[in-house]
């Protein structure tokens, strides 16, 4: 199993900007992020593969997911944040498939919180 910790997490004023990372145990061919809002479900936020990058549609444009393999890091760069981005956000770690359903999804970090407030 993949152990994956995310930090970056943090209280921040609409408008404002977040970088979260993820650092994984080992390699993985997919990495991603999800978010939980209070009382919502999990959904996807972006992934990433091979470099190439792909995001919820209604997050396009401000943000961004990258990663250094090297360091085994999955980045989010969160900007113009908006007080509907609050959320616990998750990484995750496929082995398989590379989407935004959170059931190709094997392994998960913690979670880090983040609040918007407006």
């Known amino acids: 199993q993949v152990q994956l910790v995310e930090s970056g997490g943090g209280s921040v004023q609409a408008g404002g900007s977040l970088r979260l990372s993820c650092v994984a145990s080992?390699?993985?061919?997919?990495m991603a992020w999800f978010r939980q809002a209070p009382g919502k479900e999990r959904d996807g936020v972006a992934y990433i593969y091979d470099g190439r990058p792909d995001y919820a549609d209604s997050l396009k444009g401000r943000f961004t997911i990258s990663r250094d393999n090297a360091k085994n890091t999955v980045y989010l760069q969160m900007n113009s944040l908006k007080p509907e981005d609050t959320a616990v956000y998750y990484c995750?770690?496929?082995?398989?498939?590379?989407?935004?359903?959170?059931?190709?999804?094997?392994?998960w970090g913690q979670g880090t919180q983040v609040t918007v407030s407006s």
């Open positions: 080992e390699f993985v061919w997919c």
């Open positions: 995750a770690a496929s082995h398989e498939f590379c989407s935004l359903v959170e059931q190709h999804y094997q392994d």
